[in-house]
């Protein structure tokens, strides 16, 4: 299928038709010998003198090349454009935002791994979430890491690979040891908003108490809800520990509460993947479709086909005058 970019280009074709119709006769001086025995001359050629101009008149075939030009190039103007058969894209229409607590308290313990290894409260969650992520394809991932404050560690984006590499470098109190908590809440806001994404999803992973936070975690929460992002709050260890250690289980459920998500708790590695596998389920994945249809521009071609009939038409004068020569001489 063949359409043009610049349609209103056709109207050029009437152009040489009110340059014929309006325009001033071309008009040309030349010098001329005066013959003092014209009317002899006369005589013996057997002419009528008479005044007026000569009109210099082209071949058909000059003609028909010169309008077959303007054709081709109000052609070429019009920018023919072939559009191809219609294309289907997928473009994910959610933002997953993920927040992972790097306060001391993480280093406890108390996960065991499928062949009974002993690990970290973060080993456990970076095995788990790698499992999570490889089944978020359709979803752009963020991930913040906080303690003392948070830190944005993978803007939102889809290469996943990238994502875990980044997640796997993060390091148990590289972000200091406290919990801020409602400070990666609200970081996470600013992230949403210049990602200007309309769904909008918070996972907020986390072993202790808020201890470091400048704005109250429910304060956050309630921002959050006002910007339609959704919070899912993961408490992750004993919920019976205490000090800085203590999960305050009460905030993580109003938090989750507030903006229309769940809060869940995970004691060991089953549970935790359990979590993941539910807001996977809640969350499943979303896209955009998008259609469009790819466009080559052709407006060469128009050219090269006059370049062609020219050269074509050139060959034929050029043998019509070879052969008239063999035949004079």
């Not at 009110?18 to 025995?37: D, G, H, M």
């Not at 790097?102 to 065991?112: A, H, I, N, R």
């Not at 889809?158 to 994502?163: E, I, R, V």
Request: one cysteine or more; hydrophobic letters at 45%.
């Amino acid at each position: 299928m063949i359409e043009f970019a610049y349609p209103w280009a056709f109207t050029l074709l009437a152009l040489p038709f009110l340059v014929y119709w309006f325009s001033p006769i071309y008009k040309e001086k030349k010098a001329s010998i005066q013959v003092p025995y014209f009317s002899r001359l006369v005589d013996v050629t057997g002419e009528a003198p008479q005044s007026g101009a000569v009109v210099i008149n082209r071949h058909n075939m000059q003609r028909l090349l010169v309008a077959f030009a303007w054709c081709c190039l109000v052609v070429s103007m019009a920018k023919p454009e072939i559009v191809g058969e219609p294309i289907m894209q997928k473009k994910s229409a959610r933002d997953l935002m993920i927040t992972v607590d790097l306060s001391g308290s993480m280093s406890v313990e108390d996960f065991t791994t499928p062949d009974g290894t002993v690990v970290n409260r973060l080993v456990a969650v970076k095995q788990v979430l790698s499992d999570f992520v490889q089944g978020r394809v359709g979803d752009r991932l963020g991930l913040i890491l906080f303690g003392d404050a948070p830190y944005l560690q993978a803007p939102f984006t889809d290469d996943l690979t990238t994502w875990l590499a980044l997640l796997n470098e993060a390091e148990i109190g590289m972000a200091g040891q406290s919990t801020a908590f409602g400070d990666a809440i609200g970081l996470s806001i600013n992230v949403f908003e210049n990602a200007q994404s309309k769904n909008r999803v918070l996972i907020v992973l986390t072993d202790g108490n808020d201890t470091a936070s400048k704005v109250p975690p429910i304060d956050a929460a309630k921002v959050a809800a006002a910007y339609d992002i959704k919070i899912y709050t993961i408490a992750v260890g004993d919920p019976l520990a205490v000090g800085e250690e203590l999960v305050d289980l009460k905030v993580l459920n109003e938090i989750a509460s507030v903006t229309g998500g769940q809060s869940f708790t995970a004691l060991n590695r089953q549970e935790l993947q359990q979590v993941y596998q539910e807001i996977d389920n809640l969350e499943p994945e979303l896209f955009e479709s998008r259609s469009f249809r790819p466009r080559t521009s052709a407006h060469h071609y128009p050219i090269v086909l006059f370049v062609l009939c020219y050269v074509g038409a050139l060959l034929i004068v050029a043998l019509r005058v070879r052969r008239r020569a063999k035949q004079e001489g």
